[in-house]
T-cell receptor
């Protein structure tokens, strides 16, 4: 049973370009979460999605950032017109339906490291 | 405003001894707490959790203690092994409020010396 998959693992963009980060949850999981980790910081919640629904986007920056989890295919975190401050590791997590699985346990992917030049 | 604090950025422990990692929180609405372990260039891996209705949860070498009145929890690893060397994150959530988002501390880097 494959774990949470994220791609690409590393992404380099120039200022003003768009970044698309993909996340495929574990098999059977229908809840997806995105977190961002800046250097020397803990992970910060960005958004929580279920299939075709954004449930909680309280951690998303108001501009340039968007997320989706379509009926088919991976979840996408999209960052438009990237700036240097967007450089970070972006982690996706998933959990099964119901009460977020066992003890609200979220299973994390390996992350995408975004570097903005 | 950091709601989950891990005040020790690093900790070194001899192999075979006990490792104690501490975590404090400020939001009294948190009702579920988790510990994750993270190796470089990997995602966090779930270790153990505890509900606010309990004060202790044990799983093998890992025990988490919760002191609600002090808003403090700790992770005990005994005996410590070199493979335990990693960054440990404390996280909290408000399940009772229907919120599944995890609020993380900044992490403590544990080094277990052989």
């Amino acid at each position: 049973n494959a774990g949470v998959m994220q791609n690409p693992r590393h992404l380099v963009r120039r200022r003003g370009q768009e970044a698309r980060l993909r996340c495929s949850p574990m098999k059977g999981h229908s809840h997806v979460y995105w977190y961002r980790q800046l250097p020397e910081e803990g992970l910060k919640f960005m958004v929580y999605l279920q299939k075709e629904n954004i449930i909680d986007e309280s951690g998303m920056p108001k501009e340039r950032f968007s997320a989706e989890f379509p009926k088919e295919g991976p979840s996408i975190l999209r960052i438009q017109q990237v700036v240097r401050g967007d450089s970070a590791a972006y982690f996706c997590a998933s959990s099964p339906p119901g009460l977020a699985g066992k003890d609200n346990e979220q299973f994390f992917g390996p992350g995408t490291r975004l570097t903005v030049l | 405003d950091q709601q989950v604090k891990q005040n020790s950025p690093s900790l070194s422990v001899q192999e075979g001894r006990i490792s104690i990692l501490n975590c404090d929180y400020t939001n009294s609405m948190f009702d579920y707490f988790l510990w994750y372990k993270k190796y470089p260039a990997e995602g966090p891996t779930f270790l153990i959790s505890i509900s606010s209705i309990k004060d202790k949860n044990e799983d093998g070498r890992f025990t988490v203690f919760l002191n609600k009145s002090a808003k403090h929890l700790s992770l005990h690893i005994v005996p410590s092994q070199p493979g335990d060397s990693a960054v440990y994150f404390c996280a909290a959530s408000r399940l009772g409020a229907g919120s599944y988002q995890l609020t993380f501390g900044k992490g403590t880097k544990l080094s277990v010396i052989p």
